[in-house]
């Protein structure tokens, strides 16, 4: 499974880290540890080090409860990162937002994947991302971060956002945008509480079995502290095992703060499944 990235192949059929560079001030695990082009620089360089393929930039927090930023604003943080990045490293840079200004002055700046967890629900995202032409990721998210977390609700967890992943690929293929280039995010901690995050990863199969590679985002978020009660600074082993159990299940790509450890668990899990029961 081959992905192009605005001329920039990434083989999907092997699962894939993409590394997490906030220039935000208040991002939930790293916020304000790089807010400027050259600290977010330094540590796309270690990640890519580290073995990402996929760096992706975000300028606007999405924790729960988190304040909206403007749109200049939002410029402002990303793409200087982004050019940063371009400049010197050989790796696909994804813009996370969900605004259509942003999207198109990031894309311009040499970012080539838009990680978008409102599914391109925002004023004028579909058209940008069609115009644009580069992949897409489509995440499920219930409410907006300001309200996601305020009693989330669902009869049935998995249906429901297979459902709604389902209606915004049509949506986007309609627009006329390639299914080629299409990622699947299921959105955990995104307008779900512990349980649902749960039946999401236990049946996430039901995501991955389709033709579109899935990537999944549970690097130290709250579930893992609610299970194993652990402050954020004390969820890596909770992180890879969420991670590794996502890979046994067909996720492509992993979204991580800890992308060496976390290409370790993939890589041995990989190991574990292609061996060869008739040696």
Request: charged letters at 20%.
């Amino acid at each position: 499974m081959i992905m192009d990235f605005a001329g920039k192949s990434l083989d999907l059929s092997a699962p894939q880290v993409m590394g997490i560079v906030n220039v935000t001030p208040d991002s939930f695990s790293d916020g304000g540890r790089f807010f400027s082009a050259d600290k977010a620089l330094e540590q796309a360089r270690k990640l890519v080090a580290d073995g990402a393929t996929i760096i992706d930039i975000g300028g606007e927090s999405t924790r729960p409860g988190s304040e909206p930023v403007g749109i200049e604003e939002e410029i402002h943080r990303v793409v200087p990162a982004i050019e940063a990045i371009h400049a010197e490293l050989d790796v696909v840079i994804s813009i996370d937002t969900m605004k259509a200004d942003v999207m198109r002055a990031a894309v311009a700046a040499g970012a080539s994947l838009i990680n978008d967890v409102n599914a391109l629900r925002g004023e004028g995202a579909l058209q940008a991302a069609a115009d644009l032409g580069v992949p897409i990721c489509l995440m499920h998210m219930q409410g907006t971060p300001q309200t996601m977390q305020q009693q989330p609700h669902y009869v049935d967890v998995v249906n429901e956002v297979n459902n709604f992943l389902s209606e915004r690929v049509a949506a986007c293929e309609a627009a006329g945008i390639s299914r080629s280039g299409i990622i699947l995010d299921p959105g955990f901690g995104f307008g779900k509480n512990a349980r649902h995050n749960l039946r999401l990863m236990k049946h996430l199969s039901v995501f991955t079995e389709s033709d579109l590679p899935v990537l999944v985002g549970v690097s130290r978020k709250s579930i893992i502290g609610a299970m194993l009660k652990v402050s954020v600074d004390e969820r890596l082993a909770g992180s890879l095992a969420l991670a590794s159990i996502a890979v046994w299940q067909g996720a492509k790509i992993i979204r991580s703060h800890d992308v060496r450890e976390t290409l370790q668990a993939i890589r041995l899990c990989e190991h574990v499944m292609q061996v060869n029961d008739f040696d």
